[in-house]
């Protein structure tokens, strides 16, 4: 079959990757010059499997109200003259009660573990080395309400099989020494063994390469300008190459849309609804001065919400969430805000590991934002559209890295046929596994 794949993030090369070794002739398309420029650039490289609780939850609404004027805040909602956010607001609502919390992370945890294994057939075939640390995820507490509460938290993951240890702080130190200098503010923790962390860049530009080499057909520095489809089918799809502004219609088999936040607006095109919406999020790398000391085991900070990892010389804090728009912004009094709050932290933890400096007093600080694809349910949208021949891949969140390989390969599978052996809700397909029902992606 002819395939073209829309967006060349983590989720697009995945897709296209496994499509090729099914054997189909597969062309991929973006505008920028590389893979994994957009929000697969610098986010915090957590394979977490294990930490997948959607943000979605019975205390949400409280803490966003709570947080709405606090620059610092970990999740804002930026209220915009726009009736797509509300009206993804309103379904985020609807997502935040226990019942559709647990249904939710039973899906995430089923498409997780399915996505591990997946990334893990990956590397064994292809070699690529992406500063991977296989040490697990440690997310640590400071408040002591707060670290009770992780006990429930664990249980929970423990009866949808996952092992998350609840870990005193003794345990914690031994687990990660390096938290050793913060370790008197350290109520306890959890721990993952079998999570992970990784340059999600560094991987999904390596597995470009190698689909090259495979025969992908790629065409970068394109946009992707309209999506056509007529009588219920798709038909084609219009790209202009950037730098010489010249148009021409790519026709195909099959189509697949993962260009992440903007998958909406594309699929809007051929009156295909998604309910997905940008959620912004910044990181920082900053260059190790003392590589000795610091963490090898991945880590989330349970005060601040955000999470670090090593990246070979390099250590990177990411998170927070802002529900505001498309705006990519850093230079806004906000965005600069949270940059000095990411930097202030590694600071706190780890004083003198990390070079913390601005770049104002000689440091060389990389600060980053992104826009995560957002659903309401953080379940990302995987299968057949409403529009025959088009198909979607998008609205991974907060965990799109974590998800990507078994994303890919789960699309991969479902257009050539074949049953993913996951207990997950395909987008119009027939359920799959006891929780799978059908899931349908309207057409307007
Ligand atoms: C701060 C932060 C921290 C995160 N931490 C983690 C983490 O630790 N673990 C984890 O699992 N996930 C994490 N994530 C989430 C993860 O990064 C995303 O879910 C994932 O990158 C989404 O991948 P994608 O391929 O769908 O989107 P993208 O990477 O954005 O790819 C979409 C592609 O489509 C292209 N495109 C879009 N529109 C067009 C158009 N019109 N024409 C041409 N090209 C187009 C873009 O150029 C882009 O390359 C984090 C995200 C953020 C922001």
């Not at 099914?22 to 505008?31: A, M, N, S």
Request: with cysteine; hydrophobic share 40%; glycine share 10%.
């Amino acid at each position: 079959m002819q395939v073209v794949v829309l967006g060349a993030g983590v989720i697009g090369v995945s897709t296209a990757w496994h499509l090729l070794q099914r054997g189909h002739e597969v062309t991929l398309v973006d505008r920028q010059a590389d893979a994994a420029l957009e929000t697969s650039f610098g986010n915090a490289a957590q394979i977490s499997v294990s930490y997948c609780e959607p943000w979605a939850n019975r205390e949400a609404p409280l803490k966003a109200l709570k947080w709405l004027f606090d620059p610092e805040g970990p999740l804002k909602f930026r209220p915009q003259l726009d009736p797509a956010q509300w009206l993804w607001g309103l379904q985020f609502l609807a997502q935040c009660n226990d019942a559709a919390f647990e249904r939710n992370v039973a899906q995430l945890v089923a498409l997780g573990s399915y996505s591990h294994s997946a990334l893990k057939d990956m590397i064994a075939t292809t070699g690529i080395e992406f500063n991977r640390l296989t040490k697990g995820i440690a997310h640590y507490y400071t408040s002591q309400q707060s670290f009770d509460a992780a006990g429930n938290a664990a249980d929970l993951m423990r009866r949808h099989g996952v092992n998350r240890r609840v870990v005193d702080r003794d345990e914690l130190l031994r687990i990660e020494p390096a938290l050793r200098a913060f370790g008197d503010r350290i109520v306890g923790g959890t721990y993952t063994e079998s999570d992970e962390s990784g340059d999600c860049r560094v991987f999904t530009q390596a597995l470009l390469q190698r689909a090259q080499l495979k025969g992908l057909q790629t065409l970068m520095s394109h946009d992707i300008v309209r999506l056509q489809a007529q009588g219920g089918q798709a038909r084609g799809v219009v790209v202009r190459d950037r730098t010489s502004g010249i148009t021409r219609t790519l026709h195909a088999d099959a189509y697949v849309v993962a260009c992440g936040s903007y998958s909406p607006a594309l699929l809007r095109q051929v009156g295909v609804r998604a309910p997905i919406y940008p959620g912004k999020g910044y990181s920082a790398t900053l260059p190790l001065l003392r590589p000795q000391d610091a963490p090898q085991v991945s880590l989330l900070d349970d005060q601040l919400k955000v999470a670090m990892s090593r990246l070979g010389n390099h250590l990177r804090i990411a998170g927070t969430i802002e529900v505001g728009g498309y705006d990519l912004s850093l230079d806004t009094p906000l965005a600069r805000t949270r940059a000095r709050m990411l930097v202030r932290r590694i600071e706190e933890v780890f004083p003198g590991v990390a070079d913390t400096r601005t770049p104002e007093e000689g440091g060389d600080p990389q600060f980053w934002c992104g826009l995560r694809p957002a659903t309401p349910t953080n379940i990302p949208l995987i299968g057949r559209t409403a529009v025959q021949g088009l198909w979607v891949n998008a609205g991974h969140g907060t965990l799109g890295w974590t998800h990507g390989a078994g994303s890919g390969k789960a699309l991969a599978e479902l257009l050539s046929g074949e049953v993913p052996a996951m207990d997950f809700r395909f987008c119009g397909m027939p359920p799959s596994g006891a929780n799978g029902s059908r899931m349908r992606l309207h057409q307007a």
